[in-house]
C-alpha cells in the first residue's frame, strides 16, 4: 500500500490519500496535481483498485521436483551456512490480521494476516558495495541522500524466471550477481567464492528451484 501511494503521487504526479500533499518538487506556481478520489459508485480508489489486484496476485511457486532433489537440498544448506540467509531470509510472518499501519490509515486484513510467506528478502536496506547510488529525488537537494547506495533486499521467489539481476539489472545471472555484493555482503562473497565447483553447483540447483 505505502510502496503503491509513494509512486503514485511521486512518479505519477497522483495524490491520495496517505498521500495528500504535493510532492517535494512541485513548483507552487504549477496547478494542484490530480487527487484519487474515490468511485461514487464502488467507492474506491485507485489506489485501492490497484493494491487489490497485486495482493491478490500469488508468487510464483517453487519447482518442488528440483527443490527435491539431494543437490538442491544441499544447496539450501550451503545457502544458509554462507550467510546468504542472513539478508535473504527464507520465512517472514506476516503481521496479525488487524494490525495498524501506515499511522494507522490502514490495517493489515484477514487474508493476509498471520501468514507464512518465503520471499527470501528481509525487505530492508543495505548498502552492497555497488557504489553507483540512486538519487533520491529528481533534483537530490530536495531529500537527504544518506540511503543513496542501499538497495532493499530483492526477493528471490521466481528467481528462476529473471535473468538481469541487481538493481541495474547488469547481473546476468545468480552467480554474476553473487559476484558483484561487497560492502555489507563482502564476507558472503568471500566464502562463496572458496567454494569447491561442486558446492556453487549445489547452490546453483537451489536456486534454479525458486
Known amino acids: 500500500m505505502s510502496a503503491c501511494a509513494d509512486s503514485l503521487r511521486n512518479e505519477l504526479g497522483i495524490r491520495n490519500h496517505l498521500y495528500p500533499v504535493e510532492y517535494s518538487t512541485h513548483a507552487p506556481s504549477d496547478d494542484n496535481t490530480p ?21 491478490h496476485t500469488i508468487p510464483p511457486p517453487r519447482n518442488e521436483n528440483l527443490a527435491a532433489t539431494p ?21 517472514y510472518m506476516t503481521m496479525r490480521p488487524g494490525t495498524k499501519i501506515n499511522g494507522g490509515k490502514y490495517r493489515v486484513p484477514e487474508s493476509i494476516g498471520n501468514t507464512v510467506i518465503h520471499p527470501y528478502s528481509d525487505f530492508l536496506l543495505h ?48 552467480e554474476a550477481a553473487i559476484v558483484r555484493h561487497g560492502g555489507e555482503a563482502a ?15 549445489q547452490l546453483e540447483q537451489f536456486l534454479n528451484s525458486l
Open 71 to 91: 543437490d538442491a537440498q544441499a544447496g539450501e544448506k550451503l545457502f544458509a551456512e554462507i550467510g546468504c540467509a542472513v539478508c535473504h531470509v527464507p520465512a
Open 127 to 174: 548498502d552492497v558495495g555497488t557504489g553507483d547510488g540512486i538519487p533520491q529525488a529528481a533534483k537530490p537537494e530536495y531529500l537527504d541522500q544518506s540511503t543513496a547506495n542501499e538497495f532493499r533486499t530483492p526477493p528471490l521467489w521466481g528467481l528462476r524466471f529473471r535473468y538481469g539481476l541487481m538493481h541495474d539489472g547488469n547481473a546476468l545471472g545468480a
Open 187 to 201: 564476507a558472503v562473497r568471500h566464502k562463496y567464492e572458496t567454494m569447491r565447483p561442486a558446492e556453487k553447483r
Open 35 to 55: 487527487f484519487d478520489s474515490p468511485d461514487p459508485k464502488t467507492r474506491k480508489t485507485e489506489l485501492d483498485r490497484l493494491v487489490d489486484e497485486i495482493r
